[in-house]
């Protein structure tokens, strides 16, 4: 099993400009998670799809924000239009399900915006 | 509000020496705790996990301790190894949260040989 798979590893844009984010979760797991890895708020949830379908997008910042899975084996994470502030590693995760799974984490995106 | 906190960012142990990691939560409602370890340039790996019916859980090297009247968890390595120079995060979720883990802020210990 390779794992949860995301690309690029590493992104610099500038402001203003879109970027995508791209998820593969491990085969067989039907839920799926979006951090971000900030230093001043560590480790936060944005949005979580169990089935391919958003249960909770109460972390996403703001409209800018937007994430898609349209099928088990792909998420997006849009951010349009991007700022400095956006910057961070953005983890994507995802698990069996239920509760005490315990989540299966990809190595992140670096996201510069400069 | 951080309903999950780790109040030491860092922690420089001994090799072979203990290594004890620290978190406490505030939502009663949490009743299921992990450890997550992180290398730099990687993603978190779960590490052991604890559920509230239990005070203990041993997993080789690494044992997981749960005060509830507390809400204190700690993580035990015994013995300290270079290897286990990481990043630690505690997370706890519930039943009324879904499937989510809510992450504390982390610590980093650093295992000198």
């Known amino acids: 099993d390779a794992g949860v798979i995301q690309s690029p590893r590493h992104e610099v844009t500038e402001m203003g400009q879109e970027v995508t984010l791209r998820c593969k979760p491990i085969s067989g797991h039907n839920s799926l998670f979006w951090y971000r890895q900030t230093m001043m708020r560590g480790l936060e949830l944005l949005i979580y799809f169990n089935n391919n379908v958003p249960i909770d997008d109460s972390g996403m910042p703001e409209d800018r924000f937007s994430a898609k899975m349209p099928n088990a084996s792909f998420s997006t994470l849009k951010i349009q239009p991007s700022e400095p502030r956006d910057s961070a590693v953005y983890f994507c995760?995802?698990?069996?399900?239920?509760?005490?799974?315990?989540?299966?984490f990809g190595n992140g995106t670096r996201l510069t915006v400069t | 509000d951080q309903q999950v906190k780790q109040n030491s960012p860092s922690l420089s142990v001994q090799e072979g020496r203990i290594s004890i990691l620290n978190c406490d939560y505030t939502?009663?409602?949490?009743?299921?705790f992990l450890w997550y370890k992180k290398y730099p340039a990687e993603g978190p790996t779960f590490l052991i996990s604890?559920?509230?019916?239990?005070d203990k859980n041993e997993d080789g090297r690494f044992t997981v301790f749960l005060n509830k009247s507390a809400k204190h968890l700690s993580l035990h390595i015994v013995p300290s190894q270079p290897g286990d120079s990481a990043v630690y995060f505690c997370a706890a979720t519930g039943n009324n949260a879904g499937n989510m883990l809510t992450f504390g802020g982390g610590t980093r210990l650093m295992v000198k040989p």
């Open positions: 995760a995802s698990s069996l399900g239920g509760y005490n799974s315990p989540l299966h």
């Open positions: 604890i559920s509230s019916i239990k």
């Open positions: 939502n009663s409602m949490f009743d299921y």
